[in-house]
């Protein structure tokens, strides 16, 4: 199976400020037959499901505000919050969608400072 | 608008039985394969397993964890996906929920239930 190993496991932004989230996949999820990377990133605050942020990488999905982008090919991911909003405190998680045996990163929280 | 709502999760004993039901809406269920992920108590998100739909030979797929002991199934007449979860263990605790993916062989999940709740305990 691919390991998704996010960094950090926790994360203290200050509102406004820049946030970070890295996601290393233990093998390579470009698919060649679309050219695409099988990575999503989904964001999950307390009680609720998980939701759907970013797809193939860097394309977001519909609704998702610009603030936030993906970005990496390979086996080397980020998310990036351009400017952290309160709303923004949840654990987010990438995901490989390469294999039909899907696999999650650990999750990474990300709270304000 | 998609709406998955699971339903079936309960309190149950080690080595019983339990078969959880999501119930699609918003969208042409037949065309969709559909996954189920769960999540222990203060914990990640786990891959369960995932159905293909009709077209892609309905097929399934599981995570090591539960093979063997869970089916996925599916009733495109009713668009209502199941899991069926036999040979219960303390470890299957959890929230499950049903998510529907990008296409009928597609490992992208789009949309996601509000989850039901899973006890297994003596």
């Known amino acids: 199976d691919i390991v998704m190993t996010q960094s950090p496991d926790s994360l203290a932004v200050s509102l406004g400020e820049r946030a970070t989230i890295n996601c290393k996949s233990s093998?390579?999820?470009?698919?060649?037959?679309?050219?695409?990377?099988?990575l999503a990133w989904y964001q999950q605050k307390p009680g609720q499901p998980p939701k759907l942020l970013i797809y193939?990488?860097?394309t977001r999905e519909s609704g998702v505000p610009d603030r936030f982008s993906g970005s990496g090919s390979g086996t080397n991911f980020a998310l990036t919050i351009s400017s952290l909003q309160a709303e923004d405190v949840a654990v987010y998680y990438c995901?490989?969608?390469?294999?039909?045996?899907?696999?999650f990163g650990q999750g990474t929280k990300l709270e304000i400072k | 608008e998609v709406q998955l709502v699971e339903s079936g999760g309960d309190l149950v004993q080690p080595g019983r039985s339990l078969r959880l039901s999501c119930a699609a809406s918003?969208?042409?269920?037949?065309?969709?394969?559909m996954a189920w992920v769960r999540q222990a108590p203060g914990e990640g998100l786990e891959w369960v397993g995932f159905?293909?739909?009709?077209?892609?030979?309905?097929?399934?797929e599981y995570a090591a964890s539960v093979k063997g002991r869970f089916i996925i199934s599916r009733d495109d007449s009713k668009s209502i996906a199941y899991l069926q979860m036999d040979s219960l263990k303390t470890e299957d605790t959890a929230v499950y929920y049903c998510?529907?993916?990008?296409?009928?062989?597609?490992?992208?999940?789009?949309?996601w239930g509000r989850g039901t709740l899973v006890t297994v305990s003596a």
């Open positions: 998510t529907k993916s990008c296409g009928g062989d597609c490992y992208l999940y789009k949309s």
């Open positions: 918003g969208f042409n269920f037949g065309d969709y394969a």
């Open positions: 159905i293909r739909s009709k077209q892609y030979g309905g097929t399934t």
């Open positions: 093998q390579s999820v470009f698919y060649s037959s679309n050219n695409k990377n099988q």
């Open positions: 193939w990488a860097s």
């Open positions: 995901q490989q969608f390469y294999s039909s045996v899907v696999t």
